[in-house]
């Protein structure tokens, strides 16, 4: 006998997601994803000024802050022709590495570690024995017994209380838990830790881009003038703090959320068997060392598996109209040309088309318009994007410090590389990245003060800037990969306004329902067979989902609660 299961919303993500699963002998049976609100940040940016679309863009999520804007001047930079200096592009992978650090922690803490740690397990813990485990993965200073305590005490008072806080309406005591209650207190005493730590590493946009979140970007460059001596620029007070956080930051990986991670990681090994879902990654990558134009300089490779095939990287091509196209069969949203078509995101668009049913929903009307997430499609192909396509791609690219850092965690927890096709895989591999990420950080800033100590202090290329020296007509995209996966946004200019604008996003990729020939994107698919203990209790759908870490306000580019327009913008 099968169940229907609804879980709306699901919480711990950014936006609003409803999950409907079928469940049958324990397991999930069928699956459909749905991003329950709508926006429309392409109709709003239709006609104005290219260059103030990053203002707008940006604006697409609060969480994956900067990545949009970076998307955006990039298309626009591709579209009219500007090559930026070397000291704005050190300064864009700067904040994209903080973004990355700080996204990837506060995830893993915040988002996603309750669906592996019971909080009220913690409890019954040994503080003595919980700091005698702590000190024998890291070496963190704020291990002591004592230390331990009173994160217990703390917890003890909110239970007792019966007013959890943050921690309420949890699953605690579901038998999907497995940790012991100290390496739960571990995990608690350090989602505290991230709390605080997390307001300190954002510093970094707001040397460099005026404030965080959405910190201010610039075609042609950055709008931080670089001046050692000057109170109002980048200079050396300000550098140098720059230095220390960053410093900071990755003592703060390395010491608690690596280790962390290592240390859940074994108990739930069976969860590499789990979420697998599809078989084909891709990754547009990002960190360019020798200009945005130079691929294969990327500290993150561009490129697609297939089949799960790590022998093999195939190309991605943004430029080419028949690789990359959006639909909308099961979206609410309508084409001219009709539901079955694919439509190159250059062509793209945004007729809003909503079928009902009106909220509050019984079930999705699963054989017809169900999501207002759009169907992306690599050749005809569904796609899973995120960390764990970054690693495999640079895993699969040959680059050492990839293959290095996958091979030695596999190694620690005894596991063969088809594990990483999991759950727990997606849910390691943000971590390894993280680590890598802290290195080139590293690498970056130093590179900047060299270049600063050189003389080199140029920061944008105004040649092609003026609107006047732009074509008629011109198209560009800007790709990057955002904390969650492959993003780009695609731009038509004529008579220097913008024409048509499009983004395509991670969790677009990741959530979309089904396309016209029935193909499930990643949530759909990664759900398939998921043991489900209890359904009134579905810790293990949630876990799966969040392994993906879901952005649907990214996802849907002004609604009320029947989904109808509210108003019109008409200033920024």
């Keep these: 006998m099968s169940q229907?299961?609804?879980?709306?919303p699901i919480t711990r993500i950014e936006g609003h997601l409803r999950v409907e699963v079928e469940v049958e002998d324990g397991k999930v049976k069928d699956a459909w994803s749905s991003g329950t609100m709508v926006r429309g940040l392409e109709q709003i940016v239709k006609g104005r000024d290219p260059r103030d679309i990053w203002a707008f863009t940006g604006r697409a999520c609060g969480v994956c802050t900067t990545v949009h804007s970076l998307a955006?001047?990039?298309?626009?930079?591709?579209?009219?022709?500007?090559?930026?200096?070397?000291?704005?592009?050190?300064?864009?992978?700067?904040?994209?590495?903080?973004?990355?650090?700080?996204?990837?922690?506060?995830?893993?803490?915040?988002?996603?570690?309750?669906?592996?740690?019971?909080?009220?397990?913690?409890?019954?813990?040994?503080?003595?024995?919980?700091?005698?485990?702590?000190?024998?993965?890291?070496?963190?200073?704020?291990?002591?017994?004592n230390y331990f305590a009173d994160v217990q005490a703390r917890i003890k008072r909110f239970v007792e209380s019966r007013q959890l806080?943050?921690?309420?309406?949890?699953?605690?005591?579901?038998?999907?838990y497995k940790l012991p209650p100290e390496i739960n207190l571990i995990a608690v005493a350090h989602y505290l830790e991230a709390l605080e730590w997390q307001k300190e590493i954002v510093k970094v946009h707001a040397i460099f881009g005026g404030k965080n979140p959405h910190p201010n970007?610039?075609?042609?460059?950055?709008?931080?003038?670089?001046?050692?001596?000057?109170?109002?620029?980048?200079?050396?007070?300000?550098?140098?703090?720059?230095?220390?956080?960053?410093?900071?930051?990755?003592?703060?990986?390395?010491?608690?959320?690596?280790?962390d991670v290592l240390a859940v990681a074994p108990y739930y090994l069976d969860w590499a068997g789990i979420g697998g879902g599809l078989s084909n990654y891709m990754a547009f990558g990002?960190?360019?060392?020798?200009?945005?134009?130079?691929?294969?300089?990327?500290?993150?490779?561009?490129?697609i598996i297939l089949d799960r095939n790590l022998n093999e990287v195939h190309e991605v091509d943004g430029k080419d109209e028949d690789q990359i196209k959006e639909y909308i069969k099961h979206s609410w949203y309508s084409y001219k040309g009709g539901d079955e078509e694919g439509l190159s995101p250059w062509k793209g668009e945004t007729e809003l088309n909503f079928t009902g049913p009106e909220p509050p929903f019984d079930n999705l009307n699963i054989d017809?318009?169900?999501s207002w997430v759009k169907t992306p499609r690599w050749r005809g192909k569904a796609m899973e994007v995120g960390p764990l396509s970054r690693m495999l791609v640079g895993y699969a690219s040959g680059r050492t410090e990839f293959q290095d850092i996958v091979n030695d965690t596999l190694g620690k927890l005894?596991?063969?590389?088809?594990?990483?096709?999991?759950?727990?895989g997606r849910t390691a591999a943000r971590a390894m990245e993280t680590v890598l990420t802290c290195d080139w950080a590293d690498q970056f800033y130093h590179q900047l003060i060299t270049n600063i100590k050189n003389g080199d202090e140029r920061m944008a290329n105004t040649d092609k800037w003026e609107p006047e020296t732009w074509p008629e007509e011109a198209y560009g995209v800007g790709?990057?990969?955002?904390?969650?996966?492959?993003?780009?946004?695609?731009i038509v200019i004529k008579n220097r306004k913008t024409e048509n604008y499009q983004l395509v996003v991670p969790s677009t990729w990741n959530s979309s329902p089904r396309d016209p020939q029935g193909q499930r994107s990643s949530y759909e698919s990664s759900l398939l067979g998921t043991p489900v203990y209890d359904a009134d209790q579905p810790l293990e759908i949630i876990r799966t989902i969040h392994s993906f870490d879901p952005c649907m306000a990214c996802a849907v580019h002004l609604y009320d609660e029947k989904g109808k327009h509210v108003h019109q913008l008409e200033t920024f």
């Design 217 to 259: 970007y610039l075609v042609g460059g950055m709008a931080c003038p670089i001046n050692t001596n000057e109170v109002n620029a980048l200079n050396a007070e300000r550098l140098a703090h720059v230095g220390e956080l960053l410093k900071n930051a990755r003592a703060f990986v390395e010491q608690v959320y690596w280790p």
């Design 479 to 490: 790709m990057t990969e955002a904390p969650r996966g492959a993003l780009a946004h695609w």
């Design 414 to 424: 005894n596991a063969p590389v088809g594990a990483l096709f999991s759950t727990l």
């Design 368 to 370: 017809g318009k169900y």
């Design 286 to 303: 990002d960190l360019p060392e020798n200009g945005y134009a130079d691929v294969g300089r990327f500290k993150f490779p561009r490129g």
């Design 72 to 145: 955006s001047v990039r298309a626009v930079e591709d579209a009219v022709g500007i090559t930026i200096p070397p000291n704005a592009e050190l300064v864009r992978n700067l904040m994209f590495c903080t973004q990355y650090i700080h996204d990837h922690v506060v995830h893993f803490y915040h988002l996603h570690a309750l669906d592996w740690v019971d909080v009220v397990s913690l409890l019954k813990a040994d503080p003595n024995e919980t700091s005698r485990i702590a000190s024998s993965i890291s070496r963190y200073p704020k291990s002591s017994p």
């Design 165 to 176: 806080g943050i921690f309420a309406n949890g699953y605690w005591g579901h038998p999907a």
């Design 4 to 8: 229907r299961i609804v879980i709306d």
